[in-house]
């Protein structure tokens, strides 16, 4: 073959890989991730499960990663709350016991999150919050949801 007519065939082949891999990589990366309405400007937050699609009753391994301008993550001070949503809440909230600075890049594994028995519809969402002196009040840091069977 022409050696020109191969130097052109390699780099069509190289920019179609660039062009596939973001998109997969995007795919892939937010099982959840659409902001919530009370999400803080400069703060992202997506999740990864496994399994997925839930599963009623069948714990998932939660990987979470995000960025948060405005916050830090403190030990002991903040959590990731995973609450599954229809009419009533299932929460499941994990303590963090490491720092983050503002604006690192995070990534936090939560494994054995316990699903519940799942209805045909339902949401669910991941937070990151700092505890309060009262309980009832948590400052919001990220939040992101995803919507199931609709
Ligand atoms: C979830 O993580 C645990 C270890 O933390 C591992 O033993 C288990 O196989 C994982 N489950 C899945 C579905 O990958």
């Known amino acids: 073959m022409n050696r020109n007519l191969m130097f052109a065939f390699l780099l069509l082949a190289a920019l179609a890989m660039v062009n596939a891999v973001p ?5 892939r990366d937010r099982d959840i991730g659409y902001p919530c309405p009370t999400n803080p400007e400069g703060s992202y937050i997506y999740a ?12 998932i391994n939660y990987t979470i990663e995000g960025g948060m ?3 830090e993550i403190t030990p002991y001070k903040t959590a990731i709350t995973i609450a599954y949503t229809d009419e009533h809440s299932e929460v499941y ?16 594994d939560v494994p054995d999150v316990p699903t519940p028995q799942l209805p045909s ?18 400052v919001l840091h990220a939040c992101s949801y995803a919507t199931f069977g609709l």
């Not at 519809?121 to 948590?138: E, H």
């Open 69 to 71: 301008l405005g916050y």
């Open 93 to 108: 909230t994990k303590g963090l016991d490491f720092y983050y600075a503002k604006g690192a890049p995070f990534s936090i």
């Open 23 to 27: 998109y997969q990589l995007l795919k």
């Open 48 to 59: 990864n499960l496994n399994p997925f699609p839930p599963v009623s009753n069948q714990p």
């Open 121 to 138: 519809t339902y949401a669910i969402m991941v937070i990151i919050a700092d505890k309060t002196d009262d309980p009832n009040k948590a």
